[in-house]
């Protein structure tokens, strides 16, 4: 495959003033596959990426990875460096490892099933970034946005990033490769009725009055969907050890290895993800937006506020919703299956009753790595 | 008695006369062409299908009943009869002239059990709307409570059974005589399992007391409450709920309510009904939903009230969501679980319809939406390819969501099934 990349594609960027390397790269580009030496195939579904010598390469990277390397380091020669989130911030999946894996001892799979399947649908949702409407960002934003991962959103990196989630064409993506994961562990186990509706259940909420009324409201849009979604993502990690670990292992998994490894395969897929967000946030968060009445406001001042938004709404309020509505439902499962109380309380003991590390006025701090 | 009998037999005649001259328009030009050796398939009956579902639909609104109900049960079934017939047919609701408020009077006395001021202190005479099996009045009970109450036409089980009868008499002749027939029998044994379901009100206040239940979590949902104590087979008195019709777009303007809101609101219901619940209001017209500020949404008629499958939700969530993500593997997989079959086994078929279906959507790109035009386009494709059949619970729903659209479009939006299901921030495109 031919490159015109101007820049090499490997490491990250050399030395030099970055503003004489542009870098730009077509969708085709950004969408390119790595040679795979064999596909990967899970549960007889052909999924995305393959294996180059034996390991793992996630799919679309050949030039999206480097590109993404570069644009980030790029940013660490200008400005002041990456946004990140704190791990303290991460709520730990529920039902937790041992929990999970007391339950799978006593034989009751339903709220596993349950969470695997959730999961695997949650990730397909994440193919609707590529339909998050984006607003001509070069005049929302002061500056230049030349050889910029910003200029690139709409040019290769939402679309692989909504393949990489939800498939494409005949290959699967992290949905049914959740999928085949759970089915490998659990021999294909029926999934519960109620998914759906717990996917559903609260829905109706009003939404969120803009932080900031004179952004045009696509522009806070934009910056809000790839805020909350780089959260997710980041928070993802957690899911992933549990999945890794929960599935791999033989006690409760009938397929221990093959299921674990498929999870690991997804969480590797999930940095391109992560890394072109947090590049994306801190490229608006180095620069100047402009407001409909004519003003300016700075972008680490909308892109800050934005993300501890975010991270209040998707860290304190929800995980304890979700699990209080969680113990009621594996309260359900377990009564189903008329197993003692005691159970339950096993259960309900192994629970780390985390809470989110900050009061409601303290101040969410956005970290730089 | 006697009165009966000669009603019945007028009613049959015009039933005759109606299905003779459906099947002489079809059959006359067809013989014609046969006589002046030309291809009777190449001939384009649109036109004809138009005049024939005009002629039912009169006969229909003069005869009501059972008629009425075979309209609307025509109007559902596009995968088996031509647009034209869905169109008009379908149109078959509450636009009827009222009945006596005498015989009104009789079935409420009767059914309760006592005159009508024991219970009511006020009862209008003029009906709020007249529709194929029943009526609704404006009461108000003794304690004050304004209620509606809805009775049934006294005669209509008798009705009902005379008129599927004779229609079922019609469709044997039609059967024997037409050398290639449709099958109507078994659209008429599942429309006489539709209409026993409906004629039953306890079912009905029983269905609207499930889905008032499960939206406990969402106070933007009404549900008129129930006044058990005076509901009977053939009587519902109800709380009497107010709102916009959510077609009135003056109305809603007026009072300051978001468009956007109310398409949004609606499909979040209905999605999580028919996904989510599985058990679902089969005909989401706009004469049964309500809108209130807030925007508040009430809901009213719950005797097509449907339950589906188990798994059903989830199978048509992966059906939409790989036809929107562009996963063929998905699809196929989707189309299995939900009950198609085609009859060679060749699942590349499915790909097709589905294709065929995108393309009618105006960005030539699934989101979300089952428009109209998208499910004639399905209906077309499998009534052209008859190696496919499908199943009635996804006629039923696919129509659901059709009407919806219809809703969504009136008021200027999309009715995106997928978007309503989203979490968090991806919900995106509102
Ligand atoms: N509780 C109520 N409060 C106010 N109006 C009501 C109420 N219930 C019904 N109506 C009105 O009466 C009309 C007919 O009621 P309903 O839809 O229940 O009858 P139906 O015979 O099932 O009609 P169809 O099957 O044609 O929809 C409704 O469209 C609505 O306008
Ligand atoms: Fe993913
Ligand atoms: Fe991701």
Redesign the pocket.
């Known amino acids: 495959m031919s490159l015109d990349a101007q820049t090499p594609v490997g490491d990250p960027l050399p030395e030099g003033p970055p503003k004489d390397a542009p870098i730009e790269f077509s969708e085709a580009q950004l969408l390119a596959e790595p040679e795979f030496d064999e596909p990967l195939i899970a549960g007889g579904v052909r999924c995305h990426g393959g294996f180059i010598d034996g390991e793992y390469v996630s799919p679309r990277t050949l030039v999206r990875m480097p590109a993404i390397d570069a644009w980030q380091s790029r940013l660490r020669l200008e400005g002041p460096g990456v946004v990140d989130i704190s791990r303290e911030f991460m709520p730990p999946h529920y039902p937790s490892l041992e929990q999970a894996k007391l339950l799978l001892r006593a034989g009751v799979q339903k709220p596993i099933t349950r969470s695997l399947t959730m999961i695997s649908i949650v990730e397909g949702f994440g193919a609707m970034i590529r339909d998050v409407p984006v607003p001509d960002l070069r005049a929302a934003i002061k500056e230049d946005l030349a050889g910029t991962a910003l200029s690139h959103l709409t040019a290769g990196l939402f679309e692989a990033h909504a393949r990489d989630e939800a498939g494409h064409r005949d290959q699967g993506g992290h949905k049914q490769m959740w999928e085949a994961a759970r089915d490998l562990a659990f021999d294909n186990p029926r999934v519960p009725g109620d998914v759906l509706a717990r996917l559903m259940q609260g829905r109706g909420r009003n939404r969120r009055p803009p932080l900031f009324p004179t952004l045009p409201e696509k522009v806070e849009g934009l910056i809000a969907t790839m805020a909350n979604v780089m959260v997710i993502e980041i928070f993802a990690d957690d899911v992933f050890s549990w999945g890794e670990a929960l599935l791999g292992d033989p006690e409760v998994s009938a397929a221990a290895e093959a299921a674990s490894r498929m999870v690991s395969y997804i969480r590797a897929d999930e940095r391109p993800h992560v890394e072109y967000l947090r590049t994306a946030l801190s490229e608006v968060r180095c620069r100047t937006l402009l407001t409909i009445d004519g003003g300016e406001i700075p972008g680490r001042e909308v892109v800050d506020a934005i993300l501890a938004q975010q991270l209040r709404g998707i860290a304190s309020s929800r995980p304890r919703e979700q699990r209080e509505a969680l113990h009621e439902e594996i309260r359900a499962d377990i009564a189903e299956m008329r197993l003692s109380s005691e159970l339950m309380r096993k259960f309900t003991a192994l629970d780390d009753g985390w809470t989110f590390p900050r009061s409601e006025d303290d101040p969410i701090e956005i970290a730089l790595s | 008695m006697i009165l009966r009998v000669a009603e019945r037999v007028v009613r049959s005649a015009l039933i005759g006369y109606a299905a003779g001259s459906v099947w002489l328009r079809y059959k006359g030009p067809s013989w014609l062409d046969r006589i002046a050796r030309r291809d009777p398939k190449a001939r384009d009956l649109s036109a004809i299908h138009q005049k024939n579902a005009d002629q039912i639909y009169r006969t229909a609104t003069r005869l009501r009943g059972l008629l009425i109900k075979m309209c609307?049960v025509i109007g559902t079934r596009s995968d088996v009869f031509p647009p034209a017939y869905v169109k008009t047919l379908s149109q078959a609701?509450?636009r009827l002239p009222p009945r006596e408020f005498e015989e009104i009077r009789c079935v409420v006395e009767e059914d309760l059990g006592k005159p009508l001021d024991a219970v009511f202190s006020e009862f209008e005479t003029r009906p709020?709307?007249a529709?194929?099996?029943?009526?609704?009045h404006?009461a108000r009970l003794l304690d004050g409570r304004e209620v509606?109450v809805?009775v049934q036409y006294p005669d209509i089980e008798h009705i009902v059974k005379t008129d599927l009868s004779s229609v079922r008499r019609i469709c044997r002749i039609y059967e024997r005589f037409d050398p290639q027939p449709m099958e109507l029998l078994p659209l008429l044994d599942e429309m006489n399992q539709h209409l026993a379901l409906?004629l039953d009100f306890c079912r009905e206040v029983e269905s609207g007391d499930r889905i008032r239940k499960l939206f406990e979590d969402n106070p933007a949902v009404v549900i008129?409450e129930f006044y058990k104590e005076w509901c009977t087979g053939r009587v519902i008195t109800?709380?009497?709920?107010?709102g916009i019709k959510v077609t009135d777009i003056e109305a809603l303007d007026e009072a300051g309510i978001d468009h956007r809101r109310v398409v949004q609101g609606l499909m979040g219901i209905y999605t999580r009904k028919i996904m989510a619940f599985g058990f679902f209001q089969a005909?989401p017209?706009p004469?049964?939903i309500?809108i209130q500020p807030g925007p508040r949404f009430v809901l009213?008629?719950f005797?097509?009230a449907k339950e589906l499958p188990e798994g059903f939700g989830l199978g048509l969530f992966e059906l939409m969501f790989s036809m929107m993500t562009f996963n063929d593997q998905s699809m196929i997989r989707a189309f299995d679980e939900l009950g198609f079959e085609t009859k060679t086994g060749d699942k590349s078929t499915y790909v097709e319809i589905a294709r065929r279906m995108i393309d009618r959507s105006e960005s030539r790109r699934f989101e979300g939406e089952f428009t109209e035009g998208m499910t004639d386009e399905l209906f077309e494709a499998i009534r052209e390819n008859p190696i496919v059949q499908v199943p009635i619970d996804f006629v039923l729903v696919a129509r659901a969501f059709a009407l919806l659209s219809g809703i969504a479009h009136t008021l200027g939006h999309r009715a995106n099934v997928l978007e309503s299901m989203a979490p968090g921030a991806t919900q995106l495109r509102s």
């Open positions: 609307q609701h509450d709020v709307a529709a194929s099996l029943a009526q609704v404006r509606a809805k409906e008129p109800m709380e009497f709920v107010s005909d017209h004469g049964n309500f009213v008629d005797g097509l």
